[in-house]
């Protein structure tokens, strides 16, 4: 499935560039004009303003909030206390609508505890759709078996849903990027929940693929929009935890599935595991499309805006996304050719982009590794077998808290005056988490043995997952400090990589280990593991020099 993304919405964008008091601070920008004194020039062409109406007219004055900006226009509409700006674009006027401090609309001002309802529906999306990644997993031999095809055609289902993960967010973004977030996120959702009735009655091999095809297409909508959506409620330095999080949840998702789909397989058939898994996801399912809101600040501003070009007869007025919002030709191209282009030319996002792929190779590759280990060489059944996926879980979960003293590492230098935070402030939960994921692929590789008790391998199997949860948290968090505005091609580029490596390692998985052995196998994956490993070391070193000879990352 995507991984987490950090495409910030066009309106946070907007607000960014324009310096918008759209957080509870006083404005103190200096292009403000008070209103002239008597006696003073008339003439004076003022380009910050208010507008308010309606019942919100006597609270403003009596809050006196923003009286510095502008003089104050009454209309005869309920208009919540708005401030307005007034840009020129090609020689055209325009009133650019922004919040007022504590203007309860404005997403950064929801809240605490409704951010974090909304959080909670984004991550259990996330949960259901890296579950329904890997379940499929756990029906292969049944299905292919009923359908009379090899072991291969079946693998396909995998392929399928990572490679369509791997293109589609290139093409699919920008397209996200100008309708609302509720809409996609519902719409997708309910599309992903459509096609578990095909996986579920598929009377032949080549509908389980093309439905597998379409769940990743409607999969994937709905996680890379999630970084934006992060960046809609929260500032800059509050998103950390909700992205950890979502990191968190991303692989649990794809880890667990198996724990539980071999039993339902083993018992109920093949066509259950898909039956329960799309059953599933309806009570989440009428909760994103009942209570799951609208999170763009430049929705509503749009929508006043239109309110305001109706009761005013002034058609200046407008939202930031109606004045700011790029062509679909250049954000098509910063999804997708600037992408590849940034992967291509930039050492930090390719080398981060091959750790994190290559971490993504090896979570699929011990979809049928584990198989191998725990039914061919010690004779458990299908639904067993599932159960050492546990300890990949509860690898993830120790990773996700652990991470917290990298936060909490973080947060001190941020709050500390003497020093700066750059990207390399990142990186220490890396140095020390990552390097358990080639340990753990160098026990497990020699623990496989039939002879060998089984707990040997399982215990193995937590810390590969500990130091994944690091590489993925350390690579998107490290990208995005570098890079800034071009962070979302960055990323791009890197999901590209991660989801196509994920898509083909099922392809060879079982021959790889069966042809090369099993312990040389996980010993070659151990040793690529710990080179790539030395990414964290070297960036902590070298990434203040490498920003500066990029014309892309940012310098501090």
Known sequence: MEGPSRNASLWSRYTDKISTPYTNTPDTRSEVQQKPEIGQEENVTTRAGRVVGGRYVEESKESGLHDNHGPLQVVDIDMPLTLTELVEVDGKEFIVLQYASFDPVNPFNWNPWYKRAVTTMLNLMTLSIGLSTTCYSSTVNSMTAEFGVSTEIGQLGLFLFNFVCAIAPLFLAPFCELVGR??????????????????SLGQNMATILVMR????????????????TFDDMYLPRQRSRPMAMFAFIAIFGTVFAPVYAGFIDQHLGWRWVEGIQGLSTIPLLICIVIFFPETRGGVFLQRRARQLRKATGDDRYVGPDEIETPSLQSMLKASSVKAFKMLATEPVVFAFGLWIAFCWFVVFLFLSVIPITFIE??????????????SLAIGTTLGWAAHHLQMRKYEKIMNDPDRIATPESR????????????????????????????????????????????????TYSYTADCYGENSSSAIAGQGFMRNTLGAVSPLFASQFFHNVGSQYAGLLLSIVGTILSLIAFVMFKFG???RKRSKRARQF
């Open 213 to 228: 095809a379409f769940l990743g297409l409607f999969g994937c909508v709905g996680t890379i929009l999630v970084g934006g």
């Open 377 to 390: 060489k010690r004779g458990w059944n299908e639904g067993v077998s599932g159960l050492p996926y546990i």
């Open 544 to 546: 203040p020099q490498l």
């Open 182 to 199: 509720k809409i996609v996120y519902a719409g997708a959702y309910f599309c992903f929940s459509l096609c578990f009735i095909g996986l």
């Open 427 to 474: 990186l220490y939960g890396a140095m020390f988490g990552a390097v358990w994921f080639p340990i753990g692929l160098f026990i497990y590789s020699f623990t496989q043995y039939g002879d060998i008790h089984w707990i040997a391998p399982t215990i193995a199997l937590a810390p590969i997952a500990f130091g994944i949860y690091f590489v993925f948290e350390s």
